[in-house]
């Protein structure tokens, strides 16, 4: 069986652990029609195919690849509109990886049905021409990215600056971003590829999903690290000075989140960010209600076990 931590964000009724406005509880939704959206999300799986050992380590028992895919199984008949997404760092960290280059997990996502991922910096560690081979042969969903321009590169057509999708009645924008390449990767791994601004980039592409493609919540999937000590780009940072972006999920720092973050972005409106640390050890999951109208929306977060059941 798993366990899991339950958080309920809302901006009104007695006794709300954190009010935030723009979002509120399920109890203050109106009576007409609700429709419900579960986004289901992983990071820094890093090749973890298998669960860690029983070794009487901290993470011994978490995680694996098929018990995650039972769990997502499990989720998706218990409700009728799933995304599931990633951000990034599917490879590297396993002999899974040393033998396969990304091919088990490519095939393994593809499986169980992801939605889209973005790229993490340890995507490249096969180089570029490996990625979009493994995507090429054995994908079956988008990297969404807005600040690589891989223009002049293999990966000029294995990728997307944002895709929308489509959940019931409800209008789903995605975007990504990664992390500086210059000093994390070697170049001859990244190529050509150009590193743009990543709060720009992200906030272009979520203007045009909420404002011009009228998606009723936009996301970004983000490479980028939950905070620093220092001025680097964070998803942090990326909430507070962005806006059109509703949600976060992040990747590259393995954050375990005991609750989601709440930032506000640069127009005054609520950010949430959320991570689930590494390895496939927790999979995270995002309920979001909607009124049939889309003027109130509330949202449940979860960082749930990979355990045996």
Not at 120 to 137: I, P, S, T
Not at 179 to 204: K, N, S, W
Not at 242 to 258: E, V
């Amino acid at each position: 069986m798993w366990s899991r931590r339950n958080f309920i964000y809302r901006t009104a009724g007695a006794g709300a652990a954190l009010m935030i406005p723009g979002w509120i509880s399920a109890s203050g939704l109106s009576t007409e029609e609700i429709t419900r959206l579960v986004i289901l999300h992983t990071n820094d799986v890093h090749s973890r195919i298998d669960p860690f050992p029983e070794d009487g380590s901290r993470n011994a028992g978490l995680g694996g690849a098929a018990r995650r895919a039972t769990l997502i199984e499990k989720i998706r008949s218990e409700n009728e509109h799933v995304l599931l997404v990633d951000a990034g760092d599917i490879f590297q960290g396993t002999p899974y990886f040393n033998f396969y280059l990304g091919e088990l997990d490519i095939k393994l996502m593809s499986k169980m049905g992801y939605d889209a991922t973005t790229m993490g910096n340890h995507d490249f560690d096969a180089g570029l021409e490996n990625y979009e081979k493994q995507m090429r042969e054995h994908g079956t969903f988008p990297t969404v990215i807005s600040n690589y321009d891989f223009s002049d590169t293999v990966l000029h057509d294995r990728y997307v600056p944002s895709r929308i999708f489509q959940k019931g009645n409800i209008k789903i924008g995605i975007t990504g971003v990664g992390i500086e390449l210059d000093g994390l990767v070697p170049q001859t791994l990244y190529g050509p590829t150009r590193y743009l601004d990543p709060i720009a980039h992200a906030t272009a592409q979520a203007d045009i999903l909420k404002h011009d493609e009228k998606c009723d919540i936009v996301i970004c999937l983000s490479h980028l690290g939950y905070k620093y000590d220092s001025t680097k780009v964070s998803d942090i940072v990326l909430a507070q000075n962005s806006k059109s972006i509703d949600i976060i999920i992040g990747g590259h720092t393995h954050t375990f989140m005991d609750k989601p973050d709440i930032y506000r972005n640069k127009e005054g409106e609520n950010v949430i960010i959320h991570q689930v640390g590494w390895a496939g050890i927790r999979l995270g999951k995002i309920e979001v209600t909607f009124e049939k109208s889309k003027r109130n929306k509330c949202v449940t977060c979860e960082g749930i076990w990979v355990k045996e059941a």
